[in-house]
């Protein structure tokens, strides 16, 4: 609002020129209403960047005592300990956590525009929410902080290191002989994908080489399982994969087939997940702090809520090497 004040339900009202009881309907998502007055609620509420029972959160009354998590999926190994680190710090400080997953979701901002309104901030995983809706609820007031995710004015960050390692990583198998490494996942599918196909493309670079292009496939177990098959007539001698389960995938379809792994093909995945050091060969990965990712959203979340910090900061955690059998160079866990 011009005035500085959070908007409210009677200036939603007012500008889509329609009565509080029917804007009450279209916000609540009860009662029935024209398709013409959702639209005209739908175009007031984003000019005013309106979030429901904003002023809840406002000093004068007691805050939720509760985070919102807005998170893309809950598959994969990853969710979990990220939600490990997460509950466990929020719990330790008398704060509860409501989750909700944007995958598959017909209305993902509306769902959080909402979630605004019984929290009092919000975390957003990666490609969770798109860009216009993080600044909405920016614009809004609400605490943000953003995980794996390119940092955003005004929004707290926390993500980990990528471009470096994935070079690191990149650059030991290149120097230990292989000539036709194949980055596997899709750079476009989220800011860390990103920067670890820039960090294999740079090792590239540096040797003045151009890096071949990536297979764009989704990080799950059944694209690792397609990306193996596909190349079991003429594999590449290595397969740096933007996660483990998509890595492990890859690996034991390889052996299955009768691929020898590392000797004819080097497999490496990223996150250091528990099945990668029990699989044979032990998988060789990048690993990042999931759980400490978690625990320090929390925190920068808590410091926005309360006050106690107003500046926002960005978080790079470290993330580490860690070698195994299947990268064949040989070399002890560091």
């Avoid at 805050?63 to 997460?86: I, K, T």
């Avoid at 995980?147 to 230990?176: I, M, N, W, Y």
């Avoid at 960090?199 to 040797?207: D, N, Q, S, Y």
């Avoid at 926005?304 to 107003?310: A, L, P």
Wanted: aromatic share 4%; with cysteine.
């Amino acid at each position: 609002m011009a005035t500085g004040r959070p908007a409210t339900i009677y200036d939603v009202a007012a500008l889509a020129k329609l009565s509080i009881a029917t804007v009450s309907r279209v916000l609540q998502g009860t009662g029935p209403v024209s398709e013409k007055a959702r639209d005209q609620v739908g175009r007031a509420a984003a000019e005013l960047n309106y979030v429901p029972l904003r002023a809840a959160r406002s000093l004068a009354v007691q805050r939720h005592e509760a985070h919102g998590l807005v998170l893309p999926d809950l598959s994969g190994p990853f969710y979990g300990d990220l939600l490990m680190g997460y509950e466990r710090w929020a719990g330790e400080h008398g704060q509860s956590v409501v989750l909700t997953v944007t995958h598959g979701n017909a209305d993902p901002r509306r769902t959080v525009r909402d979630l605004a309104g019984r929290v009092d901030g919000i975390v957003v995983h990666g490609n969770a929410l798109e860009l216009p809706t993080i600044q909405q609820l920016r614009k809004a007031g609400v605490p943000l902080v953003l995980v794996a995710h390119p940092p955003v004015t005004g929004c707290d960050s926390v993500r980990t290191e990528s471009a470096s390692s994935a070079q690191k990583l990149t650059t030991r198998l290149l120097e230990h002989g292989r000539t036709s490494l194949t980055f596997v996942g899709d750079p476009a599918s989220s800011y860390d994908v990103s920067e670890r196909y820039a960090g294999f493309a740079k090792a590239h670079e540096v040797r003045g080489e151009v890096a071949p292009e990536p297979l764009r496939v989704p990080l799950t177990e059944e694209a690792g399982r397609e990306v193996a098959a596909g190349v079991l007539n003429q594999p590449p001698d290595g397969l740096v994969c933007a996660n483990d389960e998509l890595a492990l995938a890859v690996l034991t379809t390889l052996r299955a087939a009768g691929i020898d792994v590392p000797g004819d093909v080097v497999v490496t995945g990223w996150d250091d997940v528990m099945a990668a050091r029990y699989v044979s060969p032990g998988l060789s990965t990048v690993r990042q702090p999931m759980a400490e990712l978690g625990r320090l959203a929390a925190q920068r979340l808590h410091e926005r809520v309360t006050g106690e910090r107003t500046r926002a900061r960005n978080d790079v955690l470290a993330t580490e090497l860690v070698l195994r059998d299947s990268c064949g160079t040989s070399g002890a866990i560091q």
